[in-house]
């Protein structure tokens, strides 16, 4: 028999790795046990202690016992027998079809010692035939009992004390997982929201205590627009915070390269799809706000859609998309609409929704949907969806983080006397132009005047982009719209020298004959589609100024003097200038 016992420090089902301290009975056993076994000393000795779903032997401090390897699987019966019949046990006398009893067989195990405390087992000692060749005694026997009852509790204990040092060590280290994950999560959410012309913003971020993934921003774009993200990344703690900012920095770097929402999410995409780790993905809506016009552009990648609140009715802004870092090649729908003057629009993550109630019920969209509606601004919106969540969810810990973010627009928003914008000199920008010219003069024109004046604008863009500019995308073409009550006046720059004209007027039939080349309708068509249209310099800029009349009776009237400075595109008998 061995003179010391040794163990497992991982976990509670695992004998201590130290001499426990026992009580003086317990102390006379042990040091009588060691004496005997100075003399007796066994052949073979081993330990095989309880951890997790097996059992392992473990060497004796004894360098003369060999050492043994016997497994014992949670499901093996000898572990219950064990339980129920403390005490020195012969080998014969454990069960035969015992896999364990089995092997230590094999391997010359002639008894077992079961460390039993409150009945369960906290450890076995398995004995191999003494060196003398002598059967255990009665007295042997006492001694291993006394053993066994006074190690057992210590044994216990000192588990129990190892559990809890892990256990203070996990917490540890939890808890400092979570600071770093706030840290990181706290470095990319706007410390501040900017202010935007006719747009009032409101946003509240509340972490959950295991931290998400939630995140938003607000990046200006080059033309002039405003692109909002609100986005949430699976999983918790430092890996979604990770990820987190590294889409938080591709969703910028998309941004810097395009204004379509569409196509923002697919550059996105495909760039984490590389590095984000498995089982993990990111839900992310963009919306790109003209802040003069309330056009909208959206496209979502499997995020909550938006609310918005409307003359006090609710809609939801409808688009949907594979989330990111899930599927390459992804492709995401682009959808429009216009925010309207006085709307509220709320942005938000599933925290809310699907926050429980000491009742197990889910927020849900109905009562999201309840807020919005009663809103009677952003900052409202927000004060009161953070008050009921609050009320709902008493006694119960937040589950995840909680974003909300809410867009205002003015009443006064869209009736600005002058709005500019540029765009770059990039085929097919000619319509973005004609949209963003339509949206801001929306309700001041006929429908055949703005459609008429829609036309000249697109014409009067592509000539600046392929003439003007040359289509050489750094690049702008500079577009300014100035409305009265009488009038609309859409003036657009280039670099260039002036309209390509065509020294004939065009002709259809001379066109379909072949006398005339088929280009040389834009020039035309501008002239004929607008109540004026003239060209001016201002600095290194060339400008197409046109204006259309609010009502064909003002056009009819007498015709206005050209604008000092500029030059009619062409003399009224329709030769050049």
Known sequence: MTDTLRAEPESPDAVVNSEPAEPPVGQRAMSRARRRADRRAAKTASKTATKGAARRAVPAADTRAAVIDVQIDPSDPLLLFLQSAPGPLEIAALPAYSPAVVRMKEQGVQMVVPFVTSGELVG?????????????????????????????????????MRAQEKEARERERIEQEL?????????????????LRGWHLAAFYRPARTVG?????????????????????????????????????????????????GEVLRRVNELLIPQIPMNMFVTCLVLVIDLDTGRTRFANAGHNLPYVRRDGEVLQLQARGMPLGLMPGSAYDEHETVIEPGDIVLLY?????????????????????ELVGEATSGDDLVDRSVLALNTFSAGVEQEDDITLVTLHRGQSGGHRDTVSFTVPSEPGNERDVMDRVAAIVDGL???????????????????????????????????????TAESVTVEIGDYGRGMQRDADIPDIDLKLAGLQTSRGWGLFLVENLTDRAEELTEGD???????????????????????????????????ES
């Open 213 to 261: 993934g939630d995140f938003y921003d607000l990046i200006a774009l080059a033309n002039g627009e405003v692109m909002v993200v609100v986005g949430d990344v699976t999983d918790k703690g430092v890996p979604a915070a990770l990820v987190m900012a590294s889409t938080y920095a591709l969703l910028r770097s998309a941004a810097d390269l395009s204004s379509s929402p």
């Open 179 to 195: 600071h770093v994950a706030q840290l990181i999560q706290q470095q990319f959410l706007p410390s501040e929201l900017p202010e």
């Open 541 to 575: 800029r060339h400008i197409v100024r046109l204006v259309m009349h609010t009502s064909d009776h003002a056009a009819a009237g007498p015709t206005p003097q050209t604008t000092s400075g500029a030059t009619p595109l062409t003399d009224p008998t329709g030769s």
């Open 349 to 369: 993550s599933d925290g809310i929704t699907e926050q429980h109630s000491a009742a197990g019920e889910m927020f849900g969209f109905g009562r999201t949907a």
């Open 445 to 483: 024109l006929p429908k055949a005047r703005l459609d008429a004046l829609k036309t000249a604008v697109s014409e009067t863009a592509m000539n600046a982009i392929e003439h003007g500019n040359r289509g050489d995308a750094s690049l702008d073409i500079s577009v300014t719209v100035r409305r």
């Open 124 to 160: 076995l000692l398995a004995l191999g035939p003494r060196l003398s060749e002598r059967t255990y005694s009665r007295t042997d026997r006492g001694l291993l009992d006394s053993l066994a009852r006074y190690a057992a509790p210590a044994l216990r204990l000192g588990q129990l």
